[in-house]
Structure formats: C-alpha cells, structure tokens
Nanobody, 125 residues
C-alpha cells in the first residue's frame, strides 16, 4: 500500500515562505507522477503543481506560477518538496501530496491514485 506523509505546514505572514515536504514509503517517486493539491474551506480541491515520474516535466496552476516550485530529492527518490514563496492569504488551504495514476504530470484530482493526509497552510497577518 502506497503511503505519503506531508509536513512543513504552518502559519505564515503574507509575503512569507514555507516549504512542504512529502515522504513516500513502499515505493519510489521515479515510478509515479506526483502532485500537490490544496483545498480551502468551502471550495473544491484543486491541483497546484505536479512532476512527471521522470522528473523532467513539471506544471503549475496559474495562480501559483512564479511563486511555487516543486522539486524532488533525486538521491533518495522518496521525498518531494513544494517551495512556496510570496504567499498570499488566498493560498490558505490544506495541502495534499498525491500519487497520480499516470507517469505524466497532471493537475486533475480524478487522476490521483493515492492521497497523503494533508498539512494545513495558513497565510495571515
């Protein structure tokens, strides 16, 4: 059974930064595409960023382009990160790491094969 554990969430002021981590167990990240999704209160879950299984392709939602960066620990191949800079109050949400059912990058929740438990990110002064 695939397992994903997120960490790194918290409270940050507008304009600040956070780095989320997602640790995979019982599989390596070079076999599946990985995505970060988020869900704000009262809103649907949405795709934020993804990386293909090869690591050669990434994609971002328009709302986070230029501010968020997805990366992978290529030495261990079991940890993926989401660096979030210039955070805004509208970035407040529970952030989920997910394994996709394809090797290609995708930002659609229906493509998710397995979810992590989520980590809360709150951007507020």
């Amino acid at each position: 059974q695939l397992q994903l554990v997120e960490s790194g969430g918290g409270l940050v002021q507008p304009g600040g930064s956070l780095r989320l981590s997602c640790a995979a167990s019982r599989f390596t990240l070079d076999y599946y595409a990985i995505g970060w999704f988020r869900q704000a209160p009262g809103k649907e879950r949405e795709g934020v960023s993804c990386m293909s299984s090869s690591g050669g392709s990434t994609n971002y939602a328009d709302s986070v382009k230029g501010r968020f960066t997805i990366s992978r620990d290529n030495a261990k191949n079991t940890v993926v990160y989401l660096q979030m800079n210039s955070l805004k109050p509208e970035d407040t949400a529970v952030y989920y790491c997910a394994v996709l059912s394809t090797k290609a990058c995708g930002l659609v929740p229906s493509q998710v094969y397995a979810w992590g438990q989520g980590t809360q990110v709150t951007v507020s002064s």
